[in-house]
């Protein structure tokens, strides 16, 4: 047996320390990687294996990538879900001569990934902290490539979901406890893509978080900060910290406010109506295209877009700091001229708020340097033209915006326009920002011409008419005079050599030419490198200004955005009020209407209030609009509260609270449970966490069951929600229980209407317009016929929906023989359901569902499933 190197103890002593990392141990111009990580790089990154002599007997699976293209292996690891330690060289005096001492410089995370290709993601990328004791959580989260750093906390797991879902973290770091919460780690892990691990309990010391707290943020208390009503989210923080301390071992400077926010500011969304609505990307595919996000967002810079994606993630509640929205969109969409001059000049603003990250980290190049000039250049413009917008919102960020004219003149005074990427190769300074640099310069290329002139003048000082200046390597420049004219040669010139048929000399001035040319070029590098340098520093130094105006811009490019959006679309400005009342004429979905080619998009109107139209049932065949339209609502209500006009001819929107939505069958929630668990669970939830200032969205509620079931819950629920002493909430109610429609007379606040389609012979057309009153058929057949159902089926499925028509169907199903392949009822299960007289119905009536909890009912409701299913 051998023994191993001493480079490869060193690896083995940083790996023992640093077990759950991939360790990218740098070699030369090349990041290593050894034994187990040398085998799932080579797998994950497909780069070929090779072995390394280590010392022992077998050499040691190895694999690697080269230093300068390392940015994309590593973010592909990252991404993967793996922690990738940087190990790299350092200076140490300490060390034996010949052994090079490497440490871990930084350990990058998924939620702490500043690769330029994470930098170059539109979304943000956090790294979330969540505390739990006791049902309560703290969390805390920050994003590393922007500085955006927030806690809140929360009293329940079902509000922690629903900030997960809200800010979709790369990663999420979290006590012991947070794992026995409840908490669905795989759906967390597989479906959202969250790396999720536990931390040491002692990064959750409450006195040592304060201290990283009050250091971070450089203050003596916590008052300051706003944390002090607030400490599970102080604990996260303070872990949070630790955790950033420990892997990123660099500058945190650019993190420097945080923000401390109550859910209650914001309208409460659960998980799955933020993807029901499609707010950010779309159920399917989770694109962008096909999202709420997708038409709203025109911004023209990143950090715009950010805050755009922000704004409609957290919707307002607030009414004057939402009418202050209103009216900096007002201002932006009468003076046309005058936004699109703004956008003008945002469009060519970088992001800002990255690039003072790579500030932070000191990686920032010189063309970062450029990239800030050419956006320092549009702020003062930006000022300006924010003059002719009278409105108090953009008012006011016209007032913080600091237009960084003294950086801007750093900047334009130190760097030149087409820098190198690199830092140590020169020809980064203008020419007059520094003298030395100058000379410098001047020195490497002027230098063949200054000794020349030098020749020129000690020839006429002194006669001698061959004197030369000459160069080699061993005494470097001197002055060559033959023989000859040895006599001439002045006092002052110092013999360095004789040799046969000649002197050499130097002079003062030689010597210090010839220093100046000589070590210029190093020189020269060093010096402009610590220049770079200096004013990279003297940036870092003004962050609080830069990230200040970052924040300005995205603000005035968000409402930019909306405003440009709502004139292009035709949107109008809503008005709110506190009372409840819904009132949308001719609304349109925001995003269907965008999808919509040749086809024009019918309008339609919703009225909802806390009166008599509490609950409107919406019966209409499959395809006639009903989501379109149900889902067009809440996005309306949405945006209205986001601070955007919408798409309706007039609007007045009573601000809701919460919006749930209950769509579909969400095929990805149901991790191990059948879909109508999923659904009930979800029902279940919005049941609780409603209030009377919810608007529901609820789409075919029990469908995922028998018929006898489902309508008998969509039946409790609605004399539920509809009861203001139980909930009253305002509800879209989509139903194919065409019997729900009886609750019209039953129940004052309950209203039906139906999406309008034409019979034309044996086909129907879809006319998309809401009209009062119930639908009296399904046209499931039809609609089965447009989907290219075989003939034969549809054939058969009409024969059986007439021989269904008259009669009971649980009696008339077991009549029905099978045909062909046609042998399940499925098919008309929602063609025809059982009338109201049937004997279950009528004892359902006779019960008073409104007096029963949700879960009363449902337990009532199963008994008299058992009753019958008996009596049969
Ligand atoms: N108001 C409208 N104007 C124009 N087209 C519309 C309108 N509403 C809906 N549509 C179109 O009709 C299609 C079907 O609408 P939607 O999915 O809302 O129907 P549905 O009644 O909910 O169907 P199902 O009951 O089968 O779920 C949409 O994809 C859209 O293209």
């Known amino acids: 047996?051998?023994?191993?190197?001493?480079?490869?103890?060193?690896?083995?002593?940083?790996?023992?320390?640093?077990?759950?990392?991939?360790?990218?141990?740098?070699?030369?111009?090349?990041?290593?990687?050894?034994?187990?990580?040398?085998?799932?790089?080579?797998?994950?990154?497909?780069?070929?294996?090779?072995?390394?002599?280590?010392?022992?007997?077998?050499?040691?699976?190895?694999?690697?990538?080269?230093?300068?293209?390392?940015?994309?292996?590593?973010?592909?690891?990252?991404?993967?879900?793996?922690?990738?330690?940087?190990?790299?060289?350092?200076?140490?005096?300490s060390q034996a001569k010949g052994i090079v001492k490497r440490e871990i410089v930084r350990i990058v995370t998924p939620g702490t990934n500043i690769s330029q290709q994470s930098l170059d993601d539109e979304k943000n990328n956090y790294l979330m902290c969540i505390f739990c004791s006791d049902g309560c959580f703290g969390i805390s989260l920050v994003d590393v490539t922007t500085g955006d750093f927030r806690t809140t906390s929360v009293d329940s797991l079902a509000k922690v979901q629903d900030e997960i879902f809200k800010f979709a973290p790369a990663e999420i770091i979290c006590n012991d406890a947070f794992f026995i919460s409840g908490i669905d780690l795989d759906y967390l892990r597989d479906k959202m893509s969250v790396m999720v691990s536990g931390i040491d309990h002692y990064y959750f010391d409450e006195d040592q978080g304060i201290e990283r707290i009050k250091q971070q943020f450089k203050v003596g208390n916590l008052e300051g900060l706003g944390l002090t009503d607030n400490p599970m989210g102080t604990i996260a923080t303070g872990a949070l910290l630790g955790y950033l301390h420990e892997t990123q071992k660099s500058s945190l400077d650019h993190l420097m406010h945080i923000t401390p926010y109550e859910t209650g500011e914001f309208?409460?969304?659960?998980?799955?109506?933020?993807?029901?609505?499609?707010?950010?990307?779309?159920?399917?595919?989770?694109?962008?295209?096909?999202?709420?996000?997708?038409?709203?967002?025109?911004?023209?810079?990143?950090?715009?877009?950010?805050?755009?994606?922000?704004?409609?993630?957290?919707?307002?509640?607030?009414?004057?700091?939402?009418?202050?929205?209103?009216?900096?969109?007002?201002?932006?969409?009468?003076?046309?001229?005058?936004?699109?001059?703004?956008?003008?000049?945002?469009?060519?603003?970088?992001?800002?708020?990255?690039?003072?990250?790579?500030?932070?980290?000191?990686?920032?190049?010189?063309?970062?340097?450029?990239?800030?000039?050419?956006?320092?250049?549009?702020?003062?413009?930006?000022?300006?033209?924010?003059?002719?917008?009278?409105?108090?919102?953009?008012?006011?960020?016209?007032?913080?915006?600091?237009?960084?004219?003294d950086i801007w003149g750093l900047l334009e005074d130190s760097i030149v326009e087409e820098p190198?990427?690199?830092?140590?190769?020169?020809?980064?300074?203008?020419?007059?920002?520094?003298?030395?640099?100058?000379?410098?310069?001047?020195?490497?290329?002027?230098?063949?011409?200054?000794?020349?002139?030098?020749?020129?003048?000690?020839?006429?000082?002194?006669?001698?008419?061959?004197?030369?200046?000459?160069?080699?390597?061993?005494?470097?420049?001197?002055?060559?005079?033959?023989?000859?004219?040895?006599?001439?040669?002045?006092?002052?010139?110092?013999?360095?050599?004789?040799?046969?048929?000649?002197?050499?000399?130097?002079?003062?001035?030689?010597?210090?030419?010839?220093?100046?040319?000589?070590?210029?070029?190093d020189r020269l590098y060093a010096l402009e490198y610590e220049t770079f340098v200096n004013i990279r520093e003297t940036l870092a130094g003004e962050m609080e200004r830069i990230a200040r105006t970052a924040n300005v811009i995205a603000q005035v490019d968000a409402l930019a955005s909306l405003a440009y959006v709502a004139e292009r679309n035709h949107y109008v400005r809503p008005k709110l009020n506190l009372r409840g009342t819904i009132d949308i004429k001719d609304g349109r979905h925001p995003v269907v209407e965008q999808m919509i080619q040749n086809d024009m998009f019918i309008p339609n109107d919703t009225y909802l209030d806390q009166k008599k139209n509490r609950v409107a049932i919406i019966t209409g065949p499959n395809m006639a609009g009903k989501s379109t339209?149900?889902?067009?609502?809440?996005?309306?209500?949405?945006?209205?509260?986001?601070?955007?006009?919408?798409?309706?001819?007039?609007?007045?929107?009573?601000?809701?609270?919460?919006?749930?939505?209950?769509?579909?069958?969400?095929?990805?929630?149901?991790?191990?449970?059948?879909?109508?668990?999923?659904?009930?669970?979800?029902?279940?939830?919005?049941?609780?966490?409603?209030?009377?200032?919810?608007?529901?969205?609820?789409d075919e509620i029990g469908r995922g069951t028998s018929t006898y079931d489902g309508l008998s819950i969509a039946w409790a629920v609605v004399e539920y929600i509809s009861n203001p002493k139980l909930l009253g909430a305002k509800t879209l109610f989509a139903t194919h229980y065409h019997e729900l429609t009886e609750l019209e007379g039953k129940i004052d606040s309950v209203n039906n209407y139906c999406i309008a389609v034409k019979e034309q012979g044996d086909d129907i057309v879809f006319l998309r317009k809401i009209i009062k009153g119930g639908a009296d058929k399904s046209y499931g057949v039809q609609v089965a016929k447009l989907a290219g159902v075989p003939e034969t089926v549809i054939a058969r499925a009409?024969?059986?929906?007439?021989?269904?028509?008259?009669?009971?169907?649980?009696?008339?199903?077991?009549?029905?023989?099978?045909?062909?392949?046609?042998?399940?009822?499925?098919?008309?299960?929602?063609?025809?359901?059982?009338?109201?007289?049937?004997?279950?119905?009528?004892?359902?009536?006779?019960?008073?569902?409104?007096?029963?909890?949700?879960?009363?009912?449902?337990?009532?409701?199963?008994?008299?499933?058992?009753?019958?299913?008996?009596?049969?």
């Open 1 to 93: 047996m051998g023994k191993l190197t001493p480079m490869m103890q060193q690896y083995m002593k940083i790996k023992e320390e640093n077990k759950d990392c991939i360790l990218f141990y740098r070699l030369g111009d090349f990041y290593e990687m050894f034994f187990d990580d040398a085998l799932i790089a080579s797998q994950e990154l497909e780069i070929t294996l090779t072995g390394k002599n280590c010392g022992l007997e077998e050499r040691a699976p190895m694999c690697g990538v080269p230093y300068h293209a390392a940015d994309s292996y590593l973010n592909k690891l990252v991404e993967k879900g793996y922690k990738v330690g940087i190990c790299e060289q350092v200076e140490d005096p």
């Open 267 to 405: 309208m409460i969304i659960d998980s799955s109506s933020r993807r029901n609505l499609e707010l950010c990307e779309t159920l399917r595919d989770k694109q962008k295209k096909g999202s709420l996000l997708w038409v709203l967002d025109k911004t023209k810079t990143a950090m715009g877009a950010r805050m755009l994606r922000n704004m409609l993630e957290q919707p307002l509640i607030d009414k004057k700091k939402i009418e202050e929205r209103y009216d900096a969109l007002d201002s932006l969409t009468s003076q046309a001229m005058v936004r699109e001059e703004l956008r003008e000049y945002l469009n060519p603003i970088y992001d800002l708020e990255r690039l003072m990250t790579k500030v932070s980290y000191k990686t920032a190049n010189p063309r970062d340097m450029i990239a800030f000039k050419t956006s320092l250049k549009w702020l003062p413009p930006i000022k300006t033209i924010l003059e002719e917008c009278r409105d108090p919102l953009l008012t006011s960020l016209k007032e913080q915006l600091d237009t960084l004219e």
């Open 420 to 521: 190198p990427l690199a830092v140590k190769e020169g020809g980064i300074i203008k020419e007059g920002f520094k003298d030395d640099i100058d000379k410098l310069k001047r020195a490497k290329t002027e230098g063949k011409q200054w000794l020349m002139e030098l020749e020129e003048r000690e020839r006429k000082a002194t006669g001698i008419k061959n004197l030369k200046v000459k160069f080699n390597k061993v005494f470097g420049y001197y002055l060559d005079v033959t023989n000859s004219y040895k006599d001439l040669v002045p006092d002052h010139y110092i013999r360095k050599q004789t040799l046969a048929n000649s002197e050499r000399y130097t002079t003062e001035e030689l010597n210090q030419l010839a220093d100046t040319i000589l070590g210029s070029e």
């Open 629 to 698: 339209y149900m889902r067009q609502a809440a996005l309306i209500v949405l945006m209205a509260q986001v601070g955007s006009f919408v798409p309706a001819s007039k609007a007045n929107i009573g601000i809701v609270d919460r919006i749930f939505t209950r769509v579909g069958a969400s095929d990805d929630l149901a991790s191990g449970q059948s879909t109508f668990m999923v659904e009930m669970s979800e029902v279940a939830n919005i049941l609780r966490n409603a209030t009377k200032n919810s608007l529901l969205i609820l």
């Open 798 to 872: 009409k024969e059986i929906s007439r021989e269904l028509s008259d009669h009971d169907i649980a009696s008339r199903a077991k009549d029905i023989q099978p045909y062909g392949e046609v042998q399940q009822l499925s098919l008309f299960q929602h063609t025809d359901e059982p009338t109201m007289e049937h004997p279950f119905m009528a004892e359902l009536r006779e019960k008073n569902l409104a007096d029963m909890t949700p879960l009363e009912a449902l337990n009532y409701l199963y008994t008299l499933q058992e009753k019958l299913r008996k009596e049969d």
